[in-house]
């Protein structure tokens, strides 16, 4: 589903389990080959024991970062 | 500054959603963002008082507190009725409400809306 949004900029954050994709190659090369950017929320990585895990090309981030990008940079959002 | 409207579907003890929408709530607060909370499905336990949990976050307190600091939270009332939450059992400074009247408002007024499920 992803792979089908068309935009100038498409983006993920993961939240909660959904961090583990930035942790496994496989997962993340997947994001990574059809999104521009991949944000991870630093919190849910540390509480799942992969704190400083999250793979090459993804973004660590907070809360108040994960905030300005669903309110000021990208156009829309959609929850998965 | 925007509207962040954030509809949760999650019970307050099922999962990290609870946590995760008050973080944002939070978030967007200090950035100066107006934020509207819409709990639908088991999400309604959001606004149960009295809750008391022993190792997790108690949800209905920081509701409370939230509202405090001008956040609106709506539970929908069919999803209340069914669960046998009744009107004057919610948190101070949240409301039972409706999909037609408060959803629906709080989307047309919403600059982004947020979902989170299971």
Redesign the interface.
């Known amino acids: 589903m992803i792979g089908t949004l068309r935009g100038d900029r498409s983006g993920a954050i993961l939240f909660e389990d959904a961090v583990l994709f930035s942790v496994y190659d496989e997962r993340r090369k997947e994001l990574l080959d059809i999104l521009d950017d991949v944000f991870v929320i630093d919190d849910d990585l540390e509480a799942r024991g992969f704190k400083g895990r999250a793979g090459e090309g993804t973004q660590v981030i907070d809360y108040l970062r994960a905030v300005d990008l669903v309110m000021e940079e990208y156009d829309q959002t959609i929850t998965l | 500054m ?1 509207t ?1 409207t954030i509809q949760v579907r999650s019970g307050t003890m099922m ?3 609870p946590n ?1 929408a008050i ?2 709530t ?3 607060m ?2 100066g ?1 107006k934020v509207n909370i819409f709990c639908y499905g088991e999400g309604v336990t959001f606004v149960k008082a009295g809750q008391n949990p022993k190792r997790f976050l108690n949800v209905g307190e920081k509701i409370e507190k939230l509202a405090s600091l001008g956040v609106e939270t709506v539970a929908c009332e069919t999803c209340c009725q069914a669960r046998g939450i009744q009107r004057g059992e919610e948190v101070k400074g949240s409301k039972i409400g409706s999909i037609t009247n408060d959803f629906s408002r709080f989307v047309s007024e919403s ?7 299971r």
């Open positions: 925007g962040l999962n990290m959603d995760v973080k944002l939070e978030a967007a200090e950035r963002h600059d982004r809306l947020i979902t989170l499920s």
